[in-house]
């Protein structure tokens, strides 16, 4: 399972993290938490992939984030008060907000519910992350994509690269006796943690270089830009489509025939740019029986949510006019049990 298509473990963990849009109840979110954490756990780490504990803490972050910011600056929500803070008044222009003043459960749920959502989506990156190597995923790419596939490889690496310098630093100052935490000690970190960083980018672009990196072959520019634009083009009908699927009020001309427009717009943008690129392949990745497993596995958790919605329309939403307890609808259950079969496989 180490050699893994990477691709089939990004459409997993994009496909939980779309399940993770589509509600807010907070049973079915820390079951999908609890998937995707046991599938992290039982997978070793290829060679590159990033940490995903940062992820997990960088999730709890957003969720305090989220709950503080409620209880400070929060939408004054009627219902149950819990605590009152002192207040300050705000000119009439800003209605709707607070600054203090009475800290509500149902406010307080809102928050919850929305920022566990967003602290899931947050783990399903970090487990692709964990799981794909970003350097493989950047093989596999076709060559008309390569240079779009170098920039989101180099901004999905960039965080974890800086808190493996940071890190580094820290412990080599334990190791000379100085202070490594606190305001004094991340002050002394802050620079050399950059100056690791210039000297990576340096080392990265001297590579590029030396390995013919932008090397466009006898495509015309004119047919480059149209390629771009093609790929573009397509990208963004596909993402609005995604919305389109994922937003229920949505006219239907965003759902399905925009997603097979752009798809179809992307993919021979795509086959067309190939045909100029000079690039060879050595051992190229084979998409097989394994891959289709695993990406099957995290499409039933997005088809469980969705059957659910149509099953038991507001189930998988908790409400809090009046409080409800949470319901876990049995096919969402379902398909989110069964995206852990990757866990699971050998």
Not at 61 to 81: I, K
């Amino acid at each position: 399972m180490t050699t893994l298509h990477p691709g089939a473990w990004w459409a997993w963990a994009l496909l939980l993290g779309c399940a993770a849009t589509r509600t807010t109840d907070p049973v079915l979110l820390v079951l999908l938490v609890a998937v995707v954490c046991f599938v992290v756990a039982g997978r070793p780490r290829p060679a590159g992939g990033r940490d995903f504990g940062f992820f997990a803490r960088l999730a709890v972050v957003v969720l305090a984030l989220r709950l503080a910011f409620e209880v400070v600056f929060g939408s004054p929500l009627p219902g149950t008060t819990i605590v009152r803070l002192p207040s300050v008044t705000l000119p009439s222009y800003l209605v709707g907000l607070r600054v203090g003043g009475a800290v509500t459960t149902q406010a307080l749920l809102t928050a919850t519910y929305g920022g566990l959502q967003l602290a899931t989506l947050l783990l399903c990156v970090g487990a692709a992350n964990a799981l794909a190597s970003p350097r493989r995923l950047l093989r596999s790419l076709p060559g008309a994509l390569y240079e779009l596939g170098v920039a989101v490889t180099v901004g999905l690496t960039v965080a974890p690269q800086l808190v493996a310098a940071t890190d580094r630093m820290r412990h080599a100052r334990r190791l000379r006796g100085r202070p490594s935490s606190g305001v004094r000690g991340w002050a002394a970190v802050a620079i050399p943690v950059l100056n690791d960083g210039l000297e990576s980018a340096v080392a990265l672009a001297a590579a590029m270089d030396a390995r013919g990196f932008g090397r466009r072959g006898d495509t015309s520019p004119a047919r480059r830009r149209l390629t771009t634009a093609a790929v573009v083009t397509g990208l963004l009908a596909t993402a609005i489509a995604v919305y389109g699927l994922l937003d229920a009020g949505s006219p239907a001309a965003l759902g399905l025939p925009m997603l097979v427009a752009g798809s179809a717009c992307a993919a021979g943008a795509v086959v067309v740019g190939q045909r100029g690129v000079v690039r060879s392949r050595y051992r190229p990745q084979a998409w097989t029986s394994r891959e289709w497993a695993v990406v099957v596995a995290g499409a039933a958790a997005l088809l469980g949510v969705i059957a659910s919605g149509h099953v038991a329309p507001g189930s998988l939403h908790t409400g809090v006019y009046p409080l409800a307890a949470p319901a876990l609808p049995w096919p969402a259950a379902v398909g989110v049990v069964a995206a852990a079969v990757p866990g699971v496989l050998r």
